[in-house]
C-alpha cells in the first residue's frame, strides 16, 4: 500500500509540471504565462491551436514569459530571441482581424535548410482556467 502512495504522489507531481504554461490565442493577441518552458512545448500548443509550426529540431531554450494580451508578433519575437523567425500570415475572412498568422518558422541563423514540422504530441495537458485542475484536450472518458 505504501508504494502505491508513492506511486501516487510521484504522478502527481510529475502531472503538476507536464504543463507548466497557459496559452490563449486571439485573432492576433496572444496570452502566455509560461516559467521555464521548452519552447518546442509551447510552439506545440500554438500548433494545435491552428498555426503551422516548422523549426530546427535543436531550436528548444527554456523560455519564461508573461504576456496579457499581447501583440502575436511580438511576444513570438520575444520568445524565439536569439533565434532567426519568420512569420507567414494570410488575409483573414473576418473583418475584425485583417490577417491571421498562418505558420511559424525558428531557426537558427544561417541554417533555414534545418527546419522541419514540428510533430504533435500523442496527447495534450491542458490547465481548466477556473479552477487550475489538469485534463486530456478532446478527450472524452
Known sequence: MK???IYVAILTLLASHTLAF???IEGERIYLHAVEEPLQNI???MSQQGIRVRLD???NPRVSAAFENRDIEEAIAAIVKPYD???VWE???QKSSPFRLLEIQVFR???KEMIQDLSPRAFSLAKDPKDGTLFVRD???
Open 3 to 5: 508504494k502505491i502512495w
Open 22 to 24: 497557459d496559452l490563449r
Open 43 to 45: 510552439l506545440r500548443s
Open 57 to 59: 529540431p535543436q531550436v
Open 85 to 87: 523567425y519568420a512569420l
Open 91 to 93: 488575409k483573414a475572412p
Open 109 to 111: 541563423s544561417g541554417k
Open 139 to 141: 478527450e472524452f472518458l
